[in-house]
């Protein structure tokens, strides 16, 4: 493979909402570069970046793929992302190592939720973005309608630097502001295009929007700006260079149109990148982490070598394959790295340039460029390799917490094993992706970012490790607690010819506030009960409230009161008082009006405009109880509380009810008292499962 120097090294991540069309304009930037010879096609799973099963099958991106492809004599690292916010930990991690974002815009719904959140991603990674309004050869497309949402949301730094002029099936035409010319593309898929001088309205339009170029571009920059007003306008250098500074601060978001699909308008995009996007050069100062986890920087430099794993893959013939990115210092076939995440040394064997599944072995990668390992033995995703010596690591990028769960439930007994083996190893493949074994419930919860993400990883789970189960609604985590103030008292005896048990409790139980748990206080008085006993007594009551009384649940916010009993001076023991304890504490709840508690979300939903009544609507048919809502661009943020058991499945419903268009973020607030009708079936399902396993 040849060999390319860090200044020739354009790496950027292709993010988007699901259905923006990335892969194939990832796909046409490799035909346009000669790495393929025609391009492939989404729906008979023939693209270079999905090629995964799961990916074929589904016809969309699952998988960070990383792409290359040589153009005007520099190395473009592109890394196709998946657009389903399942998947949000793909693109979050090729942001985190890439220098900047091109981003695909819908033709007609415009920048959807999906776009937007990786724009903010990539906005807090600091990296510069442009805009691609793609797919403009499908029907009924609204690039003016588009172009202005864009202006709105993103405001007046979104310049269009190609416009179509005949968008919609046949289009081929793009008026470029740059060069004021008109490119008519090739029908044949090749990107390639012969330039022509804009005529009539055209003309006119040419020039408007290359003053309007000049002009932004000299807004951005002092002295150009000076240059601007002294000249009456800038040099095609001054404009060159400007363009690209102002893009490289943020000042300049550039807007192209094109068609991935019939590679119309590709090739501009990549002159641009080309030309004006950064190297690894323009971000040399790296943020570090040193041994005591203190934030420092450091330079990035040929000597000191660092890279960081973006993403694990398991590849079938293959094995586990590590994706990096090197962020300082050479990286060659052979190097023992040392792993600071780990405190394990790791032997980097065979190295690799990726494309999609092709795999080139390469002997040195430069800083700033992208490439695999197989077989470490100890090394994850967002884990960082330094030389040995250098002990810094690089910060994880922070993923969003799950919101959607299942309870794993094994059709076998004996693979347990192989399902936690299976379950670590996912986990740390994709952090997104948790589980927990639940001791209160008696389950494995698996807890994803979406349903098809915990499809995805089921099947995983499945095909890998050969173990077979289902995906059942895991439990809810209810309480039970009390309404009222009662008493209970309890005497156990029990005589066994040898040495007896006595043991009698008086108790008090009044309830406390929500979210203040259980206390245990004794006031007793005179000698009816040796003092030592108290703690037999406590014992017996958490005893009970771990387990239950109602339904099974564990009992909170109320105070018990040990006041009074009696004692056996030769039976009375611990185990006695225990036992007592815990049946007067049983009599005394069910005296005071017991009541199970349900556990509440605050459930926060970005929706767009058109959507929203469709999404209250359910909310309320969920027991929600709406708390706000506010305008962000073109979406409404709707906070709700709902309850937990009302949450399975969610995030399926939500996008059903939007088109996808929607995302939500789900978290624990508090508990509430639970209806009647909803409490008494609870209870009786708790009971009937009692006695199916006794």
Sequence with gaps: MKQYATGDIRTFSVVGHATCGKTMLCEAMLACGGVISR???????????????????????????????????????????????????????ALRVSDF????????????????????????????????????????????????????????????????????????????????????????????????EPEGEWAERGAEMH????????????SLLEKFFEQGGLSEEDLRAGVRRAF????????????????????????????????????????????DGNETEMEAEDSKTLLYVFKTLNEEHVGEMSLFRVCSGAVKSGSDLFNP?????????????????????????????????????????GDTLCSPGLNLRLPKVQFPRPNIHAALRLKSKGEEEKVAQGLAALH??????????????????LSGQGELHLQVISEALKSRYRVDFDLIPPKIRFRETIKGKAEGKYRHKKQTGGAGQFAEVWLRIEPKPRGEGVEFTESLVGQNVDR???????????????????AGYRVVDLKVDFYDGKMHPVDSKDIAFQIAGKEAFRQAFMAANPCLLEPIHLVTIKVPDDAMGNVIGDLSGRRGKILGMDAEGGFQVIRAYVPAMELYQYSTVLRSLTGGRAVHTEEFHHY????????QKVIAESKKAKEETE
Aim: net charge negative; hydrophobic share 40%.
């Design 211 to 222: 003053q309007q170029l000049i002009e932004l571009v000299a807004e951005s920059d002092d």
């Design 428 to 445: 740390e493949e994709d952090p997104t992706f948790q589980y927990e074994v639940d001791a209160e419930l008696h389950q494995t919860v």
């Design 248 to 291: 490289l601060s943020g000042n300049f978001i550039p807007v192209f149109c094109a068609s991935g699909e019939t590679n119309i308008g590709v090739s501009r995009l990549m002159d641009f990148i080309a030309n004006y996007a950064p190297s690894p050069l323009d971000r040399k100062t790296i943020k570090v982490l040193d041994a």
């Design 672 to 679: 509430e008292e639970m209806p009647k009708e909803l409490e």
């Design 532 to 550: 030592v006993f108290v703690p037999s007594v406590e014992k017996g009551v958490n005893a009970a409230c771990q387990e239950g009384i109602l």
């Design 341 to 381: 995440d780990r405190n394990a040394t790791e032997r980097l064997g065979q190295l690799f340039a990726l494309n999609g599944k092709q795999r080139e072995q390469v002997e040195t990668l430069p800083w700033g460029d992208l490439g695999a390992a197989v077989k470490l033995k100890n090394t994850h995703t």
């Design 101 to 196: 974002a091109v981003t695909a815009v819908h033709p007609i719904d415009g920048m959807g939720v999906g776009t937007e959140q990786v724009w903010k991603y990539a906005s807090e990674f600091g990296i510069p973005k442009a805009l691609v309004i793609n797919m403009l050869d499908k029907e009924h497309v609204k690039p003016d309608e588009v172009l202005d949402q864009l202006k709105t949301q993103l405001g007046s730094r979104v310049f269009p630097v190609t416009w179509p002029l005949n968008p919609g099936p046949g289009f081929n035409k793009l008026l470029d502001a740059m060069r004021n010319k008109i490119l008519v593309y090739e029908t044949n898929a090749s990107g390639k295009f012969a330039e022509a």
């Design 39 to 93: 391009l492939g096609s989404v729906a008979n799973g023939t693209t270079m970046s999905d090629y995964h099963p799961s990916e074929r099958a589904r016809q969309i991106s699952i998988h960070a793929a990383p792409l290359h492809v040589e153009w005007a004599g520099k190395k473009l690292n592109a890394i196709d992302t998946p657009g389903y916010m399942d998947f949000i930990s793909e693109a979050l991690s």
